[in-house]
Nanobody
Framework: QVQLVESGGGLVQPGGSLRLSCTAS????????MNWYRQAPGKQRELVAA???????NYIDSVKGRFTISRDNAKNTVYLHLNSLKPEDTAVYYC?????????WGQGTQVTVSS
């Protein structure tokens, strides 16, 4: 059974930081490209950051320089470090793993940026 379990969300003030974690089980984690998506109320889900199996990373423009995606294959875990958070970063953040035609999702973790 495949599971992706996110953690680390919460309420943070503007300018603050969070670290999201996503731990996978039931897959050959090191082979998967791992992604973080987010969905704000009333908006479409968008890809925020991606890391390939080789460790190459990519980000949407609005988070470049503020968010960092990384992975620890020994722990089957992908991270998203969120720095300099803004109210517009408020969303449910989802972990996604992709390999070939396979794609798996976590349940999401809420990030709320508010004073």
């Amino acid at each position: 059974q495949v599971q992706l379990v996110e953690s680390g969300g919460g309420l943070v003030q503007p300018g603050g930081s969070l670290r999201l974690s996503c731990t996978a089980s039931g897959i050959s984690f090191s082979m998967y490209g791992m992604n973080w998506y987010r969905q704000a109320p009333g908006k479409q889900r968008e890809l925020v950051a991606a890391i390939t199996s080789a460790g190459s990373t990519n980000y949407i423009d609005s988070v470049k320089g503020r968010f960092t995606i990384s992975r620890d294959n020994a722990k089957n875990t992908v991270y998203l470090h969120l720095n300099s958070l803004k109210p517009e970063d408020t969303a449910v953040y989802y972990c996604n793993g992709k390999w070939s035609i396979l794609s798996y999702w976590g349940q999401g973790t809420q990030v709320t940026v508010s004073s």
